[in-house]
């Protein structure tokens, strides 16, 4: 019996030593443990998570020399980032200094009380001013992230293939966009001559808010509840449009599958469609005027959007960045972004100032000034208008901020509108569901 | 009647590996095309001009993508190895331990470490998180191999033990009467004689080890500990889905696990299939 416990205990302490050896090897890479808050801004090291490339390295230097805070850049896809958010913010655990605030998250966000209020460590009624889309980060009158670039849906055409279609003028109204479709279609410049992508995915849900303000309508109220539940609403409006369109044969049938970036890519930047009524902003100068990517170099123009009398809305879709509760820094951090979002820098980001300076993927600055000097220096393709559509015309797709139950909201758009493009439910069924999803969640 | 059997079963297999083969298919005929022939009309479905374009912007050269995957590959590689040894080591002396070792609540327990492999995975996630967060364990080696070997020891402890009971005991006691001790029998009889399984067992949890996406993004924060498979996610853009690099990411990805599996898949069968037949 003594035997036997011996050896259990030398097979226990045997394991445990093994564990607490390779533990202590293993041991690899910077901390991450718990975190307590400090307002150091000097002498510190950062870390940036966001889903882009970083500034240059000389870039980041210059902040370093000037401020005493090293940045540590942590680049991830979107979507694996915001499981690493949602996981720290469940968690309440620190992960990064500063990190990436989507529009479609702030509900979220705010209700878990994971960022700090930007006006703590910034000037945001100040900012505001030239931040237009900064109204899409401020759920609860906090504003919790600060948008560093610039994005919101608009129109695209390739004016080649309207031109071919004998189109002099382009349309300022959805009925003449919708005649122009058509025309193009019967006149055999492209067999389809629209882009949706109906793939069930966040895409189809954006294009359908901005197809909604084309039409000139809003998708919920203050309340959440739906505003597009009744043939006569401009977002039932919208969905028969969008569906009408790929029963019409206006839209590839292979689209039901197909996802926006890929649309994009591959029918866009092609010429196998003619245009895309709820593009990126910005799409021109990165895709489809990059020659290794793209056939329609020099096609492709911006349009304001063909609304019911005139131009209309364009739905803003921007990332912020903000500060976490468990953030170890979030004073160094509020400088890192006061930087970051500083309308010099955001030029060169973009190229106003030389290849050096630029940051790779980055094309459109959040703060007019850096889009005024992109413009003024002739660096950005469409600049004038996207500044006028920024300032003029970019609204949030949701005035109060999005919802904290955006995401199952979301989910229930993509996958009612792309059953109707489908076939197996009819646009009346589809919006009926998304209404009650609407309803049931803002209860 | 057997040779319309014999027609249906290689239609079946057909099928099979079809469904389980263009994709990887497709993967690699992506991975040798530009980006031009990649997004052209119609597809290619075979390379036109094979290029090894994509693979060399992502393994050469002195950027900022190669060297992430430079890195997250070793960090792959140590994660993988070290869980895969500590695995190994504690599933062994477990697995032992419950086959032979007579103690109280013996079975209880052992069902209790299988029962664990019900719980889905990912209700785990945060705790784990938290506690790792606790102990400054996230963004370490520590830290993942740790979770992974949470994760994977009482697959590995079951096939091991399955494993170990089709061992006959006669040889253990006479090693025994012989004078030697647990540990020695362990060691000089049971061990040699249950190899192909621990063989077995150590690769089923690597190729576990080399899959795994939630966990290490979650638990790591940087590219000194991020593994391959969540370097490769980073690859995609915001905007634009680089389809050339990240399927030749993904054939890199797949190249280590795929050799494995061809070269010891009959250590594989034989680890799932343990103890199925006495």
């Known amino acids: 019996m003594t035997s036997l416990r011996h050896t259990r205990n030398v097979l226990l302490a045997g394991a445990l030593t093994l564990v607490s050896v390779v533990a202590a090897g293993c041991s690899g890479g910077g901390g991450g443990g718990s975190s307590s808050a400090s307002d150091k801004t000097t002498g510190v090291t950062i870390t940036v998570a966001l889903p882009t490339a970083p500034p240059p390295q000389a870039s980041l230097d210059a902040f370093t020399k000037s401020t005493g805070i090293t940045v540590k850049w942590t680049n991830l896809d979107w979507d694996s980032l915001q499981t690493k958010i949602a996981a720290a913010a469940t968690a309440k655990t620190y992960f990064a200094d500063a990190t990436d605030v989507d529009w479609s998250r702030v509900g979220q966000l705010s209700k878990l009380n994971w960022f700090y209020p930007m006006e703590k460590y910034l000037d945001t009624t100040a900012l505001a001013s030239q931040m237009p889309q900064i109204s899409s980060f401020s759920p609860g009158g906090h504003v919790i992230g600060i948008p560093y670039d610039a994005s919101f849906l608009v129109t695209t055409v390739n004016k080649k293939l309207f031109d071919q279609a004998g189109i002099t003028s ?111 902003s910005g799409n021109v100068g990165s895709l489809y005027n990059v020659p290794a990517s793209s056939s329609v170099v020099g096609q492709v123009q911006y349009l304001s959007t063909p609304g019911v009398s005139g131009a209309g809305p364009n739905m803003s879709n921007p990332d912020g960045i903000g500060i976490p509760v468990k953030a ?116 | 009647m057997p040779q319309r059997r014999s027609w249906g079963r290689r239609l079946g297999v057909l099928f099979i590996l079809l469904w389980s083969l263009v994709p990887l298919y497709w993967a690699l005929n992506t991975s040798l095309q530009t980006d031009a022939q990649i997004s052209s009309k119609p597809a290619h479905y075979v390379p036109p001009s094979p290029t090894l374009h994509n693979f060399h912007s992502l393994l050469v050269g002195s950027g900022e993508i190669p060297s992430t995957i430079r890195r997250s590959t070793i960090n792959i590689f140590v994660e993988c190895t070290a869980a895969t040894i500590i695995t190994v080591v504690l599933a062994t002396l477990a697995a032992y331990a419950f086959a032979r070792m007579k103690f109280r609540g013996r079975t209880l327990l052992f069902y209790a470490v299988l029962a664990t492999m019900a719980f889905p995975a990912y209700t785990t996630l945060i705790p784990l998180y938290r506690i790792m967060s606790m102990f400054s364990l996230v963004n370490t080696y520590t830290g993942i191999v740790l979770v992974y070997v949470s994760g994977f020891l009482p697959l590995a402890t079951w096939i091991l033990h399955s494993y170990m009971t089709t061992l006959p005991v006669a040889i253990e006691e006479a090693g025994q009467v012989d004078g030697a001790g647990r540990m020695q029998v362990l060691w000089r009889i049971v061990l040699p004689l249950a190899w192909p399984g621990v063989v077995s067992t150590a690769i089923i949890t690597f190729l576990f080890a080399w899959a795994q996406f939630l966990f290490p993004l979650v638990l790591s924060s ?52 343990s103890g199925s037949v006495k």
């Open chain 1, 170 to 280: 382009m349309p300022t109204t959805l009925d003449q966009y919708t005649a122009d479709l058509r025309q193009i279609k019967s006149k055999g410049v492209v067999q389809y001559p629209l882009n949706i992508p109906f793939a069930a995915a966040e895409g189809l849900s954006t294009y359908w808010y901005q197809t909604t303000a084309a039409f000139g309508g809003t998708i919920l109220d203050a309340n959440g509840k739906p505003q597009f539940a009744t043939p006569d609403t401009p977002g039932y409006q919208a969905a028969q449009w969008m569906v009408d369109a790929i029963k019409q044969g206006l839209v590839p049938p292979g689209n039901i599958n197909v996802p926006d970036t890929q649309a994009q890519q591959t029918l866009m930047a092609k010429g196998t469609v003619a245009t895309t009524f709820a593009d990126y």
């Open chain 1, 328 to 443: 170890k820094y979030p004073a160094a951090a509020a400088k890192f972004i006061e930087w970051f979002t500083s309308a010099s820098n955001q030029a060169d980001f973009a190229g106003a100032n030389g290849p050096d300076k630029v940051m790779p993927g980055y094309f459109l600055p959040s703060q007019l000034a850096g889009v005024t000097e992109l413009t003024e220096k002739g660096k950005l393709i469409g600049g004038q208008q996207l500044s006028d559509l920024l300032k003029n015309s970019a609204k949030p797709i949701f005035a109060q901020g999005a919802p904290s139950w955006y995401p199952e909201f979301s989910k229930s758009v993509y996958t009612n509108l792309h059953a109707a493009a489908t076939g197996s439910m009819s646009v009346a069924d589809a919006i009926k569901a998304i209404a009650s999803t609407a309803n049931e969640l803002s209860s």
């Open chain 2, 222 to 273: 940087d590219d000194s500990t991020q593994p391959l498979t969540v370097a490769i996610a980073a690859l995609q853009g915001r905007h634009t889905v680089p389809f050339g690099l990240l399927s030749s990411a993904g054939v890199f990805a797949i190249a280590v696990p795929a050799v494995i599996a061809v070269l010891l898949n009959r250590y594989i069968v034989n680890g799932l299939l």
